[in-house]
Protein backbone atom coordinates (compact mmCIF):
# COMPACT_ATOMS: atom_id res chain seq x y z
CA UNK A 1 0.00 0.00 0.00
CA UNK A 2 2.91 2.45 1.02
CA UNK A 3 4.26 1.70 -2.87
CA UNK A 4 1.62 2.46 -4.14
CA UNK A 5 0.47 5.74 -2.10
CA UNK A 6 3.88 6.74 -3.13
CA UNK A 7 3.68 6.09 -6.97
CA UNK A 8 0.75 8.04 -6.81
CA UNK A 9 1.66 11.15 -5.47
CA UNK A 10 4.86 11.33 -7.16
CA UNK A 11 6.78 14.98 -6.71
CA UNK A 12 7.71 14.54 -10.19
CA UNK A 13 4.41 14.41 -11.52
CA UNK A 14 2.39 16.60 -9.47
CA UNK A 15 4.86 19.28 -8.62
CA UNK A 16 7.31 21.36 -11.10
CA UNK A 17 11.30 20.89 -10.93
CA UNK A 18 13.05 21.09 -7.50
CA UNK A 19 9.47 21.32 -5.59
CA UNK A 20 8.98 18.34 -3.19
CA UNK A 21 5.67 17.61 -0.94
CA UNK A 22 7.56 19.01 1.92
CA UNK A 23 8.10 22.46 0.57
CA UNK A 24 4.11 22.59 0.34
CA UNK A 25 3.60 21.09 4.09
CA UNK A 26 5.85 23.95 5.88
CA UNK A 27 4.36 27.00 5.07
CA UNK A 28 5.43 30.22 6.92
CA UNK A 29 3.12 31.06 9.50
CA UNK A 30 -0.21 32.28 8.73
CA UNK A 31 0.03 30.59 4.97
CA UNK A 32 -1.43 28.16 3.50
CA UNK A 33 -1.35 25.85 0.71
CA UNK A 34 -3.96 23.54 -0.93
CA UNK A 35 -3.61 20.16 0.33
CA UNK A 36 -5.67 16.96 -0.76
CA UNK A 37 -7.40 16.35 2.65
CA UNK A 38 -8.85 19.78 2.03
CA UNK A 39 -11.37 17.96 -0.56
CA UNK A 40 -12.88 16.23 2.33
CA UNK A 41 -14.32 19.10 3.57
CA UNK A 42 -16.53 19.19 0.74
CA UNK A 43 -18.82 16.20 1.32
CA UNK A 44 -20.25 17.12 4.66
CA UNK A 45 -21.12 20.76 2.55
CA UNK A 46 -22.62 18.15 -0.01
CA UNK A 47 -24.47 16.47 1.88
CA UNK A 48 -25.85 20.23 3.52
CA UNK A 49 -26.05 21.48 0.11
CA UNK A 50 -28.45 18.82 -1.23
CA UNK A 51 -30.67 19.19 2.37
CA UNK A 52 -31.09 22.89 1.16
CA UNK A 53 -31.84 21.54 -2.26
CA UNK A 54 -34.85 19.32 -0.68
CA UNK A 55 -36.45 22.13 1.22
CA UNK A 56 -36.08 25.06 -0.99
CA UNK A 57 -38.09 22.72 -4.02
CA UNK A 58 -40.59 21.62 -1.60
CA UNK A 59 -40.97 24.97 0.51
CA UNK A 60 -39.97 27.44 -2.03
CA UNK A 61 -39.68 26.21 -5.60
CA UNK A 62 -43.09 24.35 -5.33
CA UNK A 63 -45.33 27.56 -4.63
CA UNK A 64 -43.33 29.57 -7.65
CA UNK A 65 -44.30 26.58 -10.02
CA UNK A 66 -48.01 27.23 -8.83
CA UNK A 67 -47.97 30.93 -9.55
CA UNK A 68 -46.99 30.84 -12.77
CA UNK A 69 -50.33 27.54 -12.95
CA UNK A 70 -47.72 24.36 -13.23
CA UNK A 71 -49.45 22.31 -10.68
CA UNK A 72 -47.99 19.20 -9.43
CA UNK A 73 -48.77 15.87 -11.99
CA UNK A 74 -50.04 12.71 -10.70
CA UNK A 75 -48.41 9.27 -12.58
CA UNK A 76 -50.66 6.65 -13.66
CA UNK A 77 -49.00 4.13 -13.03
CA UNK A 78 -49.27 1.01 -14.82
CA UNK A 79 -50.40 -2.25 -13.97
CA UNK A 80 -47.43 -4.75 -12.46
CA UNK A 81 -47.22 -7.45 -14.74
CA UNK A 82 -43.69 -9.31 -14.47
CA UNK A 83 -43.91 -10.32 -17.92
CA UNK A 84 -44.04 -6.99 -19.39
CA UNK A 85 -41.53 -5.50 -16.66
CA UNK A 86 -38.90 -8.02 -17.99
CA UNK A 87 -39.10 -6.95 -21.59
CA UNK A 88 -39.31 -3.03 -20.17
CA UNK A 89 -36.02 -3.24 -18.58
CA UNK A 90 -34.02 -5.78 -20.25
CA UNK A 91 -35.22 -5.80 -23.98
CA UNK A 92 -37.15 -3.04 -25.46
CA UNK A 93 -39.05 0.01 -23.87
CA UNK A 94 -41.00 0.64 -27.28
CA UNK A 95 -41.84 -2.93 -28.68
CA UNK A 96 -42.38 -3.30 -32.47
CA UNK A 97 -45.34 -4.88 -34.03
CA UNK A 98 -43.19 -8.61 -33.55
CA UNK A 99 -42.71 -8.05 -29.86
CA UNK A 100 -46.28 -7.03 -29.40
CA UNK A 101 -48.05 -9.90 -31.73
CA UNK A 102 -45.71 -12.29 -29.28
CA UNK A 103 -46.58 -10.26 -25.89
CA UNK A 104 -50.67 -10.62 -27.08
CA UNK A 105 -50.06 -14.59 -27.73
CA UNK A 106 -48.51 -14.58 -24.08
CA UNK A 107 -50.75 -12.87 -22.15
CA UNK A 108 -53.88 -12.96 -23.58
CA UNK A 109 -53.84 -9.35 -24.08
CA UNK A 110 -55.33 -6.98 -26.86
CA UNK A 111 -52.12 -5.03 -28.68
CA UNK A 112 -53.57 -1.65 -27.88
CA UNK A 113 -53.62 -3.01 -23.93
CA UNK A 114 -50.12 -3.56 -24.03
CA UNK A 115 -49.39 -0.47 -26.13
CA UNK A 116 -50.94 1.13 -23.03
CA UNK A 117 -49.25 -0.80 -20.48
CA UNK A 118 -46.01 0.73 -22.21
CA UNK A 119 -46.85 4.23 -22.33
CA UNK A 120 -47.69 4.68 -19.21
CA UNK A 121 -44.25 2.58 -17.81
CA UNK A 122 -42.91 4.79 -19.63
CA UNK A 123 -44.49 8.02 -18.01
CA UNK A 124 -43.42 6.49 -15.04
CA UNK A 125 -39.89 7.16 -15.28
CA UNK A 126 -40.32 11.16 -17.04
CA UNK A 127 -40.20 13.75 -14.35
CA UNK A 128 -43.37 16.02 -14.32
CA UNK A 129 -42.74 19.31 -15.80
CA UNK A 130 -43.36 20.29 -12.23
CA UNK A 131 -40.35 18.28 -11.16
CA UNK A 132 -38.26 19.94 -13.43
CA UNK A 133 -39.64 23.28 -12.98
CA UNK A 134 -38.63 22.71 -9.03
CA UNK A 135 -34.97 21.09 -9.89
CA UNK A 136 -34.10 24.11 -12.80
CA UNK A 137 -34.76 26.68 -10.22
CA UNK A 138 -32.81 25.34 -7.75
CA UNK A 139 -29.85 25.34 -10.11
CA UNK A 140 -30.66 28.98 -10.95
CA UNK A 141 -30.49 30.21 -7.73
CA UNK A 142 -27.55 28.04 -7.11
CA UNK A 143 -25.42 29.18 -10.22
CA UNK A 144 -26.75 32.94 -9.99
CA UNK A 145 -25.16 33.09 -6.18
CA UNK A 146 -22.00 31.41 -7.65
CA UNK A 147 -21.54 33.55 -10.43
CA UNK A 148 -22.18 36.65 -8.37
CA UNK A 149 -19.84 35.68 -5.33
CA UNK A 150 -17.56 34.50 -7.79
CA UNK A 151 -17.41 37.56 -9.93
CA UNK A 152 -17.68 40.30 -6.98
CA UNK A 153 -14.39 38.80 -5.50
CA UNK A 154 -12.12 38.32 -8.63
CA UNK A 155 -12.91 41.60 -10.01
CA UNK A 156 -11.02 42.99 -7.54
CA UNK A 157 -7.79 40.17 -8.15
CA UNK A 158 -4.95 41.29 -9.79
CA UNK A 159 -5.35 37.74 -11.54
CA UNK A 160 -8.10 38.75 -13.27
CA UNK A 161 -6.69 41.42 -15.44
CA UNK A 162 -3.41 40.12 -15.77
CA UNK A 163 -3.46 36.53 -15.69
CA UNK A 164 0.88 36.14 -15.42
CA UNK A 165 -0.01 36.92 -11.92
CA UNK A 166 -1.82 33.14 -11.64
CA UNK A 167 2.25 32.08 -11.78
CA UNK A 168 4.12 34.49 -10.59
CA UNK A 169 5.85 32.39 -7.02
CA UNK A 170 4.14 29.17 -8.54
CA UNK A 171 3.23 26.56 -6.51
CA UNK A 172 3.46 28.30 -3.71
CA UNK A 173 0.14 30.21 -4.48
CA UNK A 174 -1.39 31.21 -1.02
CA UNK A 175 -4.82 30.36 -0.44
CA UNK A 176 -7.00 32.28 0.65
CA UNK A 177 -9.85 31.49 3.16
CA UNK A 178 -12.10 32.85 0.21
CA UNK A 179 -10.68 30.86 -2.80
CA UNK A 180 -11.28 27.43 -0.80
CA UNK A 181 -14.82 28.41 0.16
CA UNK A 182 -15.06 28.89 -3.49
CA UNK A 183 -13.67 25.70 -4.59
CA UNK A 184 -15.17 23.81 -1.44
CA UNK A 185 -18.67 25.09 -2.70
CA UNK A 186 -18.56 24.16 -6.51
CA UNK A 187 -16.87 20.45 -5.44
CA UNK A 188 -19.99 20.31 -3.02
CA UNK A 189 -22.48 21.03 -5.68
CA UNK A 190 -21.33 18.71 -8.09
CA UNK A 191 -21.01 16.23 -5.00
CA UNK A 192 -24.50 16.80 -4.23
CA UNK A 193 -25.73 16.65 -8.22
CA UNK A 194 -24.23 12.84 -8.10
CA UNK A 195 -26.17 12.20 -4.86
CA UNK A 196 -29.49 13.05 -5.98
CA UNK A 197 -29.03 11.05 -9.25
CA UNK A 198 -29.63 7.74 -6.85
CA UNK A 199 -33.03 9.51 -5.44
CA UNK A 200 -34.80 11.10 -8.10
CA UNK A 201 -36.27 9.88 -10.95
CA UNK A 202 -34.12 7.70 -12.63
CA UNK A 203 -33.20 9.17 -16.04
CA UNK A 204 -32.05 7.80 -19.55
CA UNK A 205 -29.12 9.84 -19.23
CA UNK A 206 -28.06 8.16 -15.50
CA UNK A 207 -24.88 6.73 -16.97
CA UNK A 208 -23.80 9.90 -18.84
CA UNK A 209 -24.60 12.08 -16.20
CA UNK A 210 -22.80 9.98 -13.80
CA UNK A 211 -19.37 10.06 -15.77
CA UNK A 212 -20.25 13.74 -16.11
CA UNK A 213 -19.85 14.46 -12.17
CA UNK A 214 -17.31 12.19 -11.42
CA UNK A 215 -15.18 13.67 -14.20
CA UNK A 216 -16.18 17.12 -13.08
CA UNK A 217 -15.20 16.34 -9.56
CA UNK A 218 -11.88 14.71 -10.63
CA UNK A 219 -10.60 17.82 -12.39
CA UNK A 220 -11.82 20.51 -9.97
CA UNK A 221 -9.60 18.22 -6.87
CA UNK A 222 -6.85 18.31 -9.83
CA UNK A 223 -6.52 21.93 -9.97
CA UNK A 224 -6.75 22.33 -6.13
CA UNK A 225 -4.23 19.45 -5.38
CA UNK A 226 -1.92 21.46 -7.92
CA UNK A 227 -2.86 24.67 -6.61
CA UNK A 228 -3.86 25.94 -10.20
CA UNK A 229 -6.46 28.10 -8.00
CA UNK A 230 -5.76 31.83 -9.51
CA UNK A 231 -5.92 30.36 -13.03
CA UNK A 232 -8.82 27.77 -11.49
CA UNK A 233 -10.59 29.93 -10.58
CA UNK A 234 -11.14 32.52 -13.60
CA UNK A 235 -11.93 29.23 -15.75
CA UNK A 236 -14.68 28.60 -13.36
CA UNK A 237 -16.38 31.96 -13.15
CA UNK A 238 -15.75 31.83 -17.01
CA UNK A 239 -18.05 28.43 -17.62
CA UNK A 240 -20.82 29.75 -14.14
CA UNK A 241 -21.40 32.72 -16.60
CA UNK A 242 -24.01 31.24 -19.01
CA UNK A 243 -25.69 28.44 -16.78
CA UNK A 244 -27.80 30.74 -14.49
CA UNK A 245 -29.60 31.83 -17.82
CA UNK A 246 -29.93 28.44 -19.69
CA UNK A 247 -31.78 27.19 -16.20
CA UNK A 248 -33.50 30.65 -16.03
CA UNK A 249 -34.57 30.38 -19.92
CA UNK A 250 -35.75 26.65 -19.21
CA UNK A 251 -37.98 28.07 -16.55
CA UNK A 252 -39.24 30.61 -19.03
CA UNK A 253 -39.73 27.13 -21.62
CA UNK A 254 -41.78 25.41 -18.71
CA UNK A 255 -44.26 28.47 -17.74
CA UNK A 256 -44.63 28.59 -21.64
CA UNK A 257 -43.59 32.04 -21.99
CA UNK A 258 -42.16 31.45 -25.07
CA UNK A 259 -40.74 35.18 -25.95
CA UNK A 260 -39.02 35.43 -22.68
CA UNK A 261 -37.55 32.07 -23.18
CA UNK A 262 -36.44 32.57 -26.46
CA UNK A 263 -35.08 36.23 -25.71
CA UNK A 264 -32.90 34.26 -22.53
CA UNK A 265 -32.31 31.42 -25.33
CA UNK A 266 -30.28 33.93 -27.28
CA UNK A 267 -28.57 36.28 -24.72
CA UNK A 268 -27.20 32.59 -23.55
CA UNK A 269 -25.96 31.52 -26.91
CA UNK A 270 -24.25 34.83 -27.08
CA UNK A 271 -22.32 34.45 -23.42
CA UNK A 272 -22.15 31.22 -24.03
CA UNK A 273 -19.99 31.92 -27.64
CA UNK A 274 -17.89 34.45 -26.07
CA UNK A 275 -16.81 32.53 -22.74
CA UNK A 276 -15.99 29.32 -24.44
CA UNK A 277 -14.88 30.78 -28.04
CA UNK A 278 -13.20 34.00 -27.03
CA UNK A 279 -12.20 34.06 -23.19
CA UNK A 280 -11.42 29.89 -22.74
CA UNK A 281 -9.09 29.56 -25.68
CA UNK A 282 -7.62 33.44 -25.99
CA UNK A 283 -7.26 34.17 -22.37
CA UNK A 284 -7.41 31.36 -20.20
CA UNK A 285 -6.07 28.33 -21.84
CA UNK A 286 -3.41 30.98 -23.21
CA UNK A 287 -2.31 31.67 -19.90
CA UNK A 288 -1.68 27.75 -18.62
CA UNK A 289 -0.41 26.82 -22.32
CA UNK A 290 1.82 29.69 -22.86
CA UNK A 291 2.58 32.04 -20.04
CA UNK A 292 2.95 29.47 -16.95
CA UNK A 293 5.60 27.85 -19.27
CA UNK A 294 7.66 31.43 -19.46
CA UNK A 295 7.31 31.92 -16.36
CA UNK A 296 6.88 27.93 -14.35
CA UNK A 297 8.44 25.71 -16.88
CA UNK A 298 6.40 22.66 -17.85
CA UNK A 299 6.03 19.57 -16.14
CA UNK A 300 4.17 16.58 -15.90
CA UNK A 301 1.06 17.80 -14.54
CA UNK A 302 0.97 20.58 -16.63
CA UNK A 303 0.98 18.07 -19.81
CA UNK A 304 -1.87 16.70 -18.55
CA UNK A 305 -3.72 19.89 -17.46
CA UNK A 306 -3.76 21.34 -20.95
CA UNK A 307 -4.66 18.58 -22.42
CA UNK A 308 -7.58 18.17 -20.64
CA UNK A 309 -8.26 22.13 -21.25
CA UNK A 310 -7.78 20.94 -25.31
CA UNK A 311 -9.88 18.88 -25.04
CA UNK A 312 -12.59 20.81 -23.44
CA UNK A 313 -12.39 23.52 -25.93
CA UNK A 314 -12.93 21.19 -28.62
CA UNK A 315 -16.22 20.16 -26.95
CA UNK A 316 -16.89 23.70 -26.83
CA UNK A 317 -16.92 24.12 -30.45
CA UNK A 318 -18.93 21.61 -31.09
CA UNK A 319 -21.44 22.35 -28.50
CA UNK A 320 -21.14 25.81 -29.87
CA UNK A 321 -22.21 24.95 -33.03
CA UNK A 322 -24.84 22.50 -31.88
CA UNK A 323 -26.53 25.39 -30.14
CA UNK A 324 -25.67 27.62 -33.69
CA UNK A 325 -27.79 25.23 -35.66
CA UNK A 326 -30.84 24.79 -33.18
CA UNK A 327 -31.14 28.78 -33.20
CA UNK A 328 -30.92 29.33 -36.74
CA UNK A 329 -33.28 25.98 -37.38
CA UNK A 330 -35.66 26.90 -35.05
CA UNK A 331 -35.88 30.63 -36.55
CA UNK A 332 -36.35 29.39 -40.01
CA UNK A 333 -39.52 27.53 -39.19
CA UNK A 334 -41.34 30.48 -38.18
CA UNK A 335 -43.14 32.07 -35.20
CA UNK A 336 -45.43 29.44 -34.73
CA UNK A 337 -42.48 26.72 -33.45
CA UNK A 338 -40.33 29.68 -32.24
CA UNK A 339 -37.30 28.67 -29.76
CA UNK A 340 -38.86 27.45 -27.33
CA UNK A 341 -39.68 23.63 -28.89
CA UNK A 342 -35.87 23.88 -29.53
CA UNK A 343 -35.08 24.60 -26.33
CA UNK A 344 -37.25 22.24 -24.75
CA UNK A 345 -35.82 19.28 -26.96
CA UNK A 346 -31.82 20.50 -25.95
CA UNK A 347 -32.42 21.24 -21.93
CA UNK A 348 -34.86 18.09 -21.11
CA UNK A 349 -32.26 15.42 -22.63
CA UNK A 350 -35.35 13.05 -24.33
CA UNK A 351 -36.17 12.04 -27.67
CA UNK A 352 -39.07 14.54 -27.90
CA UNK A 353 -40.13 17.25 -25.25
CA UNK A 354 -42.38 19.06 -27.01
CA UNK A 355 -44.90 21.08 -24.46
CA UNK A 356 -48.60 19.77 -25.46
CA UNK A 357 -47.67 16.69 -26.72
CA UNK A 358 -51.01 14.34 -27.59
CA UNK A 359 -51.04 10.13 -27.90
CA UNK A 360 -52.51 8.77 -30.42
CA UNK A 361 -54.51 5.46 -29.48
CA UNK A 362 -53.50 3.84 -32.07
CA UNK A 363 -49.44 3.86 -31.10
CA UNK A 364 -47.35 4.33 -28.06
CA UNK A 365 -45.39 7.01 -29.99
CA UNK A 366 -45.73 10.50 -29.34
CA UNK A 367 -47.94 12.99 -31.72
CA UNK A 368 -46.59 16.26 -31.67
CA UNK A 369 -49.72 19.08 -31.60
CA UNK A 370 -47.42 21.54 -33.03
CA UNK A 371 -47.29 21.34 -36.74
CA UNK A 372 -44.35 23.26 -37.48
CA UNK A 373 -42.07 21.59 -34.61
CA UNK A 374 -38.79 20.69 -35.86
CA UNK A 375 -37.94 18.65 -32.87
CA UNK A 376 -39.90 15.78 -33.84
CA UNK A 377 -39.78 16.15 -37.77
CA UNK A 378 -35.68 15.60 -37.56
CA UNK A 379 -34.56 12.56 -36.78
CA UNK A 380 -30.68 13.45 -37.66
CA UNK A 381 -30.12 15.08 -34.68
CA UNK A 382 -31.00 13.02 -31.53
CA UNK A 383 -27.62 11.74 -30.52
CA UNK A 384 -26.04 14.41 -31.33
CA UNK A 385 -28.09 16.56 -29.06
CA UNK A 386 -29.01 14.23 -26.53
CA UNK A 387 -24.66 14.47 -26.07
CA UNK A 388 -24.96 18.12 -25.77
CA UNK A 389 -27.61 17.87 -23.46
CA UNK A 390 -26.09 15.88 -21.15
CA UNK A 391 -22.93 17.18 -20.78
CA UNK A 392 -24.01 20.79 -20.96
CA UNK A 393 -23.53 21.22 -17.37
CA UNK A 394 -20.16 20.10 -18.19
CA UNK A 395 -18.88 23.43 -19.14
CA UNK A 396 -20.45 25.39 -16.44
CA UNK A 397 -17.17 24.39 -14.13
CA UNK A 398 -13.50 24.90 -14.48
CA UNK A 399 -12.68 21.65 -14.79
CA UNK A 400 -15.42 19.59 -16.37
Known sequence: ??????????????????????????????????????????????????????????????????LVHIQAETVRRAQPNAVLEKVFTSITKSPDSRHLDGLSKQLDWEVRKIQRWFRQRRNQDKPSIHTKFCESMWRFIFYLFIFSWGIQYLWQTPWMWDTRICWYNYPFTILTPWMFQY???ELAFYWSLMFSQFIDIKRKDFLIMFVHHLATIILISFSYITNMVNAGSLIMLAHDSSDFLLELAKL????????????????????????????????????????????VGPYPTWWAFIGLLLVLQVLHIFWSYLIARIAIKALTRGKQSGLMPALSYLVDRRSCLC?????????????????ACWTCATVSLPSSLSLFSANLLLISTASS
Not at 6 to 22: D, G, M, S, Y
Not at 285 to 294: A, G, L, P, Q, R
Not at 355 to 370: D, I, K, N, T, Y
Open 1 to 66: MAAIYAWFWNERFWLPNNVTWADMADPAPGVEYPKARHLLSALPVALGIFAVRILFERFIAGPCAA
Open 183 to 185: YTI
Open 252 to 295: ANYAKYQRVCDFLFVVFGMCFFVTRLIIFPFWLIYTVMFESVEI
Open 355 to 371: LSPSLSSESSAPVCSQP
